[in-house]
């Protein structure tokens, strides 16, 4: 059972790294592209990122897996195997002592949303989430890449 959910999880893996390289490119070049997002706009994007904290609060996984973009839910396949991936590899996200967003930016029409992030070990985490607008016009996080804060505290 374990080598059939490893299969599964595959393309959900490849896509992450991909959203990964991707996130971290865009970061590099934040500062020097980066626009203003309109209000409504980053306080839509904080909404849906504080949403999914929330969600894994109270391991609602259902309403975390909402706050996903379609392609990443098609990646991960449901909520059960969502929830168990970023309980797994990221309990940083997952159970946050404390948690502190900075302002959005739109770089190249992504969304990018970075959180300070302080863990039960009193780690200092900054979590960079990519967001995507939708055709219905709500925001949606495609990926999110974890690195340790060695610069401050969160």
């Not at 997002?37 to 909404?47: F, I, P, S, T």
Request: a negative charge.
């Amino acid at each position: 059972m374990a080598a059939s959910w490893e299969k599964q999880m595959n393309p959900m893996f490849v896509r992450f790294f991909m959203v990964a390289a991707m996130a971290i490119a865009a970061t590099s070049a934040l500062k020097a592209h980066a626009e203003t997002l309109a209000e409504n706009d980053a306080q839509q994007v904080q909404r849906i990122v504080v949403a999914q904290f929330e969600a894994f609060a109270q391991d609602d996984a259902d309403r975390a897996f909402e706050t996903a973009t379609p392609a990443v839910q098609a990646a991960i396949g449901n909520s059960g195997h969502f929830l168990a991936l970023v309980r797994g590899a990221y309990p940083m996200v997952y159970r946050p002592v404390a948690i502190h967003l900075q302002k959005p930016e739109l770089s190249d029409g992504s969304v990018l949303q970075l959180v300070e992030i302080r863990d039960d070990h009193d780690k200092s985490w900054l979590a960079l989430f990519a967001l995507e607008r939708q055709p219905d016009n709500s925001w949606r996080i495609g990926g999110c890449v974890v690195s340790e804060n060695r610069w401050r505290d969160a």
